[in-house]
């Protein structure tokens, strides 16, 4: 079991807004900051979302991020085929002194 | 930004020991933070440790008494041991580089992961 809690599964048509929520705990999302991978079939995570909201260069707008209190969600707008992909929350826990990883969200576009 | 590669043998008997390298080019060892996680088939992401070119580290408490991680800064790597695997450590290991940016850690570049069952 997972530290850091997502759905299991996420779904859209294209066009649509989706969100995919990250619920954590004081000592990871409720004091550190949150960063989201996304994981495209059969190769290594990406980096998607950092410090929160931040974005690398080369990520599309389309993806957002925000934090409130313990928990953290990942917005990703004018749904694409190709955003079909498996989605990570990742955040620093303060009580385990590492990283925690949310158990993933399998998005589907309908 | 980063190239990451994992090195390693492809299959580990249970009981013995799990030996990975992830080389680095494109950048120094010593400017960064490195970490290994890993990923069971069909399964989700779980951080195994992270190691600083000083030769600091942090491990995951659940796999603490069986990890060691280290640098060898001269050949621009840093590898992972992990000792009396079981079936259950079969998994797709990555290596990944810890960037810090706007007051926030992150693992940034990533290799493309090597799959390691462990199986008699």
């Known amino acids: 079991q997972s530290v850091l809690t997502q759905p299991p599964s996420a779904s859209g048509t294209p066009g649509q807004r989706v969100t995919i929520s990250c619920s954590g705990s004081s000592s990871n999302i409720g004091s550190n900051t949150v960063n989201w991978y996304q994981q495209l079939p059969g190769t290594a995570p990406k980096l998607l979302i950092y410090?929160?909201?931040q974005r690398p260069s080369g990520v599309p707008d389309r993806f957002s991020g925000s934090k409130s209190g313990t928990s953290a969600s990942l917005a990703i707008s004018g749904l694409q085929s190709e955003d079909e992909a498996d989605y990570y929350c990742?955040?620093?826990?303060?009580?385990?002194?590492?990283?925690?990883f949310g158990g993933g969200t399998k998005l589907t576009v309908l | 930004q980063l190239q990451l590669q994992e090195s390693g043998p492809r299959l580990v008997k249970p009981s013995e020991t799990l030996s990975l390298t992830c080389t680095v080019s494109g950048g120094s060892i010593s400017s960064y933070y490195w970490g290994w996680i890993r990923q069971p088939p069909g399964k989700g992401l779980e951080w195994i440790g992270s190691?600083?070119?000083?030769?600091?580290?942090y491990y995951n408490p659940s796999l603490k008494s069986r990890v060691t991680i280290s640098i060898d800064t001269s050949k621009n790597q840093f590898s992972l041991k992990l000792t009396s695997v079981t079936a259950a450590d079969t998994a797709v290991y990555y290596c990944?580089?810890?960037?810090?940016?706007?007051?926030?850690?992150?693992?940034?570049?990533w290799g493309q992961g090597t799959l390691v069952p462990v199986s008699s």
């Open positions: 990944a580089s810890l960037a810090f940016s706007s007051g926030a850690w992150y693992f940034d570049d």
């Open positions: 410090n929160n909201n």
């Open positions: 990742a955040a620093w826990d303060d009580s385990l002194n590492g990283w925690v």
């Open positions: 190691i600083y070119y000083s030769g600091s580290t």
